[in-house]
């Protein structure tokens, strides 16, 4: 792999890199403790070549970039600048959107993905502490029994609304689509369940 090629690699792998003089636990000169601070700033994670060890890529870069100096910081590919305009676009606001326009990717996937079981439960269980709970169904359609003694002495159409209260923001936010739903009292699921037969051992799991 040839310089160039390892340098486009960095730039395709990287959504922000920023190549500078040291490390950002020390940085070797004052323009890239500078940009440095300012990335740690946002918060927004970011990788680094310290061009002091990569001669290579500290001869070839300028010339790929068509910038002579360093630090040189890149966004998605692109060359946003040194440490000037690094530090005149983060106090002017649009260098922090540029940043975490490189994470929202993954956050709005995992936004958009289906509600697992177990948070199900738990949103439940919130709510309903100590409720046994059976959840059928994949993705966002769920069939959901929920059986509390919390019920005693609620018409069904409170106990539901309870449920459905506990799920509100994953319905809002469509990582859960449709619920079917059904609630019982402790003695009202005992009384639907078939009765035992004699010649066999119950055991509770």
Not at 57 to 64: D, N, T, Y
Not at 96 to 111: F, I, S
Not at 119 to 135: C, D, F, H, Q
Not at 158 to 171: F, N, W
Request: hydrophobic share 45%; aromatic share 6%.
């Amino acid at each position: 792999m040839s310089v160039k090629e390892k340098i486009l690699q960095q730039l395709a792998e990287n959504p922000v890199i920023i190549y500078m003089k040291g490390v950002p636990s020390a940085p070797e000169c004052g323009f890239s403790a500078k940009t440095i601070g300012i990335l740690n700033e946002t918060k927004v994670p970011y990788a680094y070549v310290n061009v002091l060890q990569s001669p290579f890529i500290r001869e070839k870069l300028p010339s790929i970039s068509k910038w002579p100096t360093f630090p040189q910081v890149f966004i998605k590919g692109e060359l946003v600048g040194g440490a000037d305009i690094v530090e005149s676009m983060y106090k002017d606001g649009t260098l922090l959107p540029l940043l975490q326009a490189t994470v929202q990717p993954a956050e709005t996937a995992d936004a958009s993905q289906t509600i697992t079981h177990s948070e199900v439960e738990a949103l439940i269980l919130a709510s309903y502490p100590g409720a046994t709970i059976g959840i059928e169904g994949a993705g966002c359609d769920l069939n959901i029994t929920v059986v509390s003694e919390l019920f005693a002495d609620q018409p069904m159409i409170k106990q539901h609304q309870g449920v459905m209260a506990t799920l509100s923001a994953p319905l809002a936010s469509g990582r859960l689509h449709a619920v079917t739903l059904k609630t019982h009292t402790p003695e009202a699921w005992a009384a639907l369940q078939p009765a035992a037969n004699p010649g066999l051992l119950q055991i509770q799991i």
